[in-house]
């Protein structure tokens, strides 16, 4: 069974505010994943790692920001958060890239 | 870019057969998986299929046809615990990528 993190599971914060929405793993995996899903809709590619020091934009434009300075360790970071980035963000790991496991997620709302 | 199409919804009864399409246009292919995600939770693996044919585990099976761009997710012996939505995911090795389509929500029914 996949051992990765993500917390918090809830985040109902005011506009403007910063957060951080971690997420861990504790199966060595070098590549990890930020997606973003709203209800009902498809994962969208927002961030990706191959390792440590290395971060790379995913496929759909997004604010926020992420940081790798450990391996188990994969954290984003919204600077001011606002209505529009209310959805369900998705960490996942992958050994090889491609069967990858997904943490439970963070369900934010922004109002 | 890429292209991922898969039915928006299908309903089958429990205990039958459905099968759930998935077509795609990508550059380069290196893969298809399939996975499962029940209401608000994550996505959880199901299938890779990397070379044509099908690829048999219990009571799912999934189908690649890479020179048609098609694949399909078949479920078997449909339980009341299926219902959920069944994401095609195309990887890109060039990228290290999964693209995900729309996903195909399934309700099983008595």
């Known amino acids: 069974e996949a051992d990765i993190y993500q917390t918090p599971r809830y985040l109902v914060i005011g506009t403007g505010k910063k957060i951080t929405l971690e997420c861990s793993q504790t199966?060595?995996?070098?590549?990890m994943y930020w997606y973003q899903q709203d209800p009902g809709m498809e994962l969208h590619l927002i961030h990706y790692?191959?390792?440590?020091?290395?971060?790379e934009k995913g496929d759909l434009s997004s604010e926020s920001t992420v940081s790798r300075i450990r391996t188990e360790h994969f954290p984003l970071t919204l600077e001011s958060a606002r209505p529009s980035h209310t959805s369900q963000y998705l960490c996942?790991?992958?050994?090889?890239?491609?069967?990858?496991?997904f943490g439970p997620g963070t369900r934010l709302t922004v109002t | 870019g890429q292209n991922i199409d898969q039915p928006t919804e299908m309903t089958a009864t429990e205990g039958a057969i459905v099968q759930i399409n998935c077509t795609y246009q990508?550059?380069?292919?290196?893969?298809l998986f399939w996975y499962q995600q029940h209401a608000g939770e994550a996505p959880t693996f199901l299938s890779y299929?990397?070379?044509?044919g099908l690829e048999e585990k219990g009571r799912f099976s999934s189908f690649l046809s890479r020179s048609k761009g098609y694949s399909y997710l078949l479920l078997k012996e449909l339980q009341m615990k299926d219902s959920a939505s069944y994401l095609c995911?195309?990887?890109?090795?060039?990228?290290?990528?999964?693209?995900f389509g729309t996903g195909t929500q399934l309700k099983v029914e008595l």
């Open positions: 996942a790991s992958s050994e090889t890239g491609n069967e990858q496991y």
């Open positions: 995911a195309v990887f890109t090795g060039g990228g290290n990528k999964l693209t």
């Open positions: 299929n990397v070379l044509d």
């Open positions: 990508t550059s380069g292919f290196n893969g």
């Open positions: 790692s191959y390792g440590v020091n290395s971060t």
């Open positions: 199966m060595g995996h070098d590549k």
